[in-house]
């Protein structure tokens, strides 16, 4: 069954190092996002990705951070600049072909900032 | 702004007992509503996902209802399993926005 790859599992930098959070969307979808969980909250959404931009993007989502889609199939999270509260677990996700349709998420990718 | 609502924050039920779990949305103006799992430290398994234009949905032993003039679905599991132990999520699409609101979870613990 096809699913949304994340990598890496767990990362540890230190603060105001940068840090990209790497994902390959299930093939042949269109929409991609990125959410995050800090420990203990909500999954916040961050940034949604679609025909090559950015279609809509959460306050959380800064001038420190931005996304890419380099290839035909990674999608990218950049964090320039990490503080120790960009602590969180990062999901990547992504739909299909349909605006309406259902929402596949990534193992995600634990952030530690020290 | 959609706020989402789950409620309890903790349940625990002994095997084979049919339970519910509640999610409320402040918006009726939702566009779809889709319902996950997610255990310990992993990511979000996609469940149920239900259209504005549905009133339910069903996959195996769970259904999930959706009544947007009072703001509610609900998450109906049959039968529980020890297997069904984990966090579930309600997320609500909100018009024309593609991003989901996440409720807070309902952490379901099923004993033996």
């Known amino acids: 069954e096809p699913e949304v790859t994340q990598t890496p599992s767990h990362q540890v930098t230190q603060m105001g190092q940068e840090v990209i959070l790497h994902c390959v969307p299930i093939s042949n979808h269109l929409y991609f996002y990125w959410y995050r969980q800090i420990l203990g909250q909500k999954v916040e959404f961050l940034v949604s990705?679609?025909?090559?931009?950015?279609?809509?993007k959460s306050e959380i989502f800064d001038d420190q951070f931005s996304v890419e889609r380099p290839d035909g199939s990674n999608f990218t999270l950049k964090i320039r600049s990490t503080k120790l509260e960009d602590s969180a677990m990062y999901f990547c996700?992504?739909?299909?072909?349909?605006?309406?349709?259902?929402?596949?998420f990534g193992e995600g990718s634990r952030l530690t900032v020290l | 702004k959609q706020e989402v609502t789950q409620i309890p924050a903790a349940l625990s039920v002994p095997e084979g007992e049919n339970l519910v779990l509640n999610c409320s949305f402040t918006?009726?103006?939702?566009?779809?509503l889709q319902w996950f799992r997610q255990d310990p430290g992993k990511g979000l398994t996609s469940l149920l996902l239900?259209?504005?234009?549905?009133r339910e949905q069903t996959s195996g032993r769970l259904n999930a209802s959706l009544d947007k003039s009072s703001g509610r679905s609900t998450l109906y599991i049959a039968a529980s399993q020890p297997g069904d132990s984990a966090t579930y999520l309600c997320a609500a699409r909100t018009g024309t926005a593609s991003k989901l609101t996440f409720g807070t979870g309902t952490r379901l613990q099923v004993t033996l």
């Open positions: 918006d009726s103006a939702i566009y779809n």
């Open positions: 239900i259209q504005s234009s549905q």
């Open positions: 990705f679609y025909n090559n931009e950015i279609s809509e």
């Open positions: 996700a992504s739909k299909g072909t349909s605006a309406a349709g259902e929402l596949f």
